[in-house]
């Protein structure tokens, strides 16, 4: 447990398909240098890779399984009218390969994020429940893989649409620092000037995805941004790239890591709690318009 007069530690990590695999690397940076992670927040592969941590994996035995993730190992086609695939795969995947598979038996606290279809709210998984059904839910891409109905009837999708950096769910977690990584930041490199309809779409999509995650990586104290933006999103072959990448930016990140413990841990007692409010979120729901 964290001392009192040290911060806990919390890392916010994005969605990114493919690319959450740099998250690894990242982790790997931190963990080398003796930077304690005390809680973690996903959303999509972020949740993947978060939740595996949390449950006890080690970063070697996380590396290993994502060098091994095809898109086989997520989804199936399904004769459903609500998507092309279904992912409970990715269900059956996690459960076969964590430790542990509730909330409550997690070795850190660990929040996967979901958004309810009807409504656009956000749905934060965490404290109870079952970690392979809370990931597979966060990692359901709208259109392509069909909703995830939960225990309460809710029809779930990819949290991203709402939080693709879910630094304030972190923050919910106790978390007086929050490290996010956001795998998005480069965007799209591998396009080019737009040239057709698909293009125009994507990268508008893009601008949209961007500006919605701002106010969140504003909350964070730090930002890792691993230089994968000439690598598309269904590139899973390139893990060990990925993570190669995620590895450099989180060791460019270690000095300005520690000053801001240092901080901390020499500022007044109350510094964290007062940061934590400066840097809260409005206590409404996230939601989307309707």
Request: aromatic letters at 6%; hydrophobic letters at 45%; glycine letters at 10%.
């Amino acid at each position: 447990m964290p001392s009192k007069d040290y911060p806990t530690i919390g890392l916010a990590l994005s969605g990114g398909a493919a690319r959450g695999m740099a998250h690894v690397g990242v982790l790997r940076a931190l963990v080398e240098n003796d930077i304690r992670i005390d809680c973690i927040a996903g959303t999509s592969a972020g949740s993947m890779v978060g939740g595996a941590y949390a449950a006890g994996m080690s970063v070697n035995d996380i590396a290993e399984f994502g060098r091994g993730l095809r898109w086989r190992d997520i989804g199936r086609v399904t004769m459903s009218r609500l998507g092309v695939q279904s992912n409970e795969r990715l269900e059956q995947f996690m459960r076969a390969r964590l430790p542990v598979a509730r909330f409550e038996e997690l070795r850190l606290p660990f929040a996967a994020v979901a958004t309810e279809l009807k409504t656009g709210a956000a749905v934060v998984m965490r404290d109870h429940g079952d970690v392979p059904f809370a990931v597979r839910a966060s990692c359901a891409i709208p259109g392509w893989y069909v909703p995830v109905t939960d225990e309460n009837g809710r029809q779930l999708v990819d949290g991203g649409l709402v939080a693709v950096v879910p630094v304030s769910v972190t923050r919910s977690l106790g978390a007086d620092i929050v490290i996010a990584v956001d795998v998005n930041h480069e965007g799209a490199k591998f396009l080019g000037p737009s040239s057709s309809v698909l293009g125009v779409l994507l990268q508008s999509m893009l601008v949209v995805q961007k500006t919605a995650s701002h106010y969140q990586l504003q909350m964070s104290d730090l930002v890792i941004s691993p230089k994968v933006g000439h690598i598309r999103w269904d590139e899973m072959g390139r893990a060990d790239e990925l993570m190669a990448a995620g590895y450099e930016a989180g060791l460019e990140s270690i000095p300005r890591v520690r000053e801001i413990i240092d901080e901390a841990v020499t500022a007044q007692p109350r510094w964290y709690q007062l940061r934590r409010r400066k840097k809260s979120l409005p206590t409404r729901a996230l939601s989307l318009p309707t």
